[in-house]
T-cell receptor, first 115, second 113 residues
């Protein structure tokens, strides 16, 4: 069974700070790992997808790393802005023994960036 | 216009009622999914469909049914709603599972009294 854990559950930082969000998973046999952003009252927006063969992906001020052997991923946000305030979720695809497929999500880290 | 559109956005109804949540997409994706999100439990997969003729149960399908009317449309039904089905429901699409990001609608907030 695949379990995804995100720590911390909530994080509050002043504007301009660099920060790291953590994601860990129990089964290292993953195809890829995604980081999503969820704004209140909205759906999820995919931020970055890291293939299992990659170690990191970058998009603007965001950098996601993946260490399959240790079952960990981090999302680094540089020079945080109030507009970055949202809940960030990581997710990995998983195929059960019965053959059903699903995306297993962490419970998210709620980020607040204070002006 | 949104790539993945869910209707209604909000719904309040009573126990025992039949409810249908609808999802349509303009991305041309074959794969569509229904999730529910609950505080403290995260997102959980209800049903998924790889094409019009292929529908599969997710981890929490009991009490739900789905219909894939066309490549672009995937509806979720609660045949007899109960209060513990109160949640935020999301529809999502993907081109190729495991290789492409999933695209989510803005959700339907469902409250069952």
């Amino acid at each position: 069974k695949q379990e995804v854990t995100q720590i911390p559950a909530a994080l509050s930082v002043p504007e301009g700070e660099n920060l790291v969000l953590n994601c860990s998973f129990t089964d290292s046999a993953i195809y890829n790992l995604q980081w999503f952003r969820q704004d209140p009252g909205k759906g999820l927006t995919s931020l970055l997808l890291i293939q299992s063969s990659q170690r990191e992906q970058t998009s603007g001020r965001l950098n996601a790393s993946l260490d399959k052997s240790s079952g960990r991923s981090t999302l680094y946000i540089a020079a945080s802005q109030p507009g970055d305030s949202a809940t960030y979720l990581c997710a990995v695809p998983f195929v059960t023994q019965g053959g059903s497929e699903k995306l297993v999500f962490g419970k998210g880290t709620k980020l607040t960036v204070n002006p | 216009d949104a790539d993945v559109t869910q209707t209604p956005r909000n719904r309040i109804t009573k126990t025992g009622k039949r409810i249908m949540l609808e999802c349509s997409q303009t991305k041309g994706h074959d794969r569509m999914y229904w999730y529910r999100q609950d505080p403290g439990l995260g997102l959980r997969l209800i049903y998924y469909s790889f094409d019009v003729k292929d529908i599969n149960k997710g981890e929490i399908s009991d009490g739900y049914s789905v219909s894939r009317q066309a490549q672009a449309k995937f509806s979720l039904s609660l045949e007899s709603a109960i209060p513990n089905q109160t949640a935020l429901y999301f529809c999502a699409t993907s081109d190729v599972w495991g290789n492409q990001p999933q695209h989510f609608g803005d959700g339907t907030r469902l409250s069952i009294l």
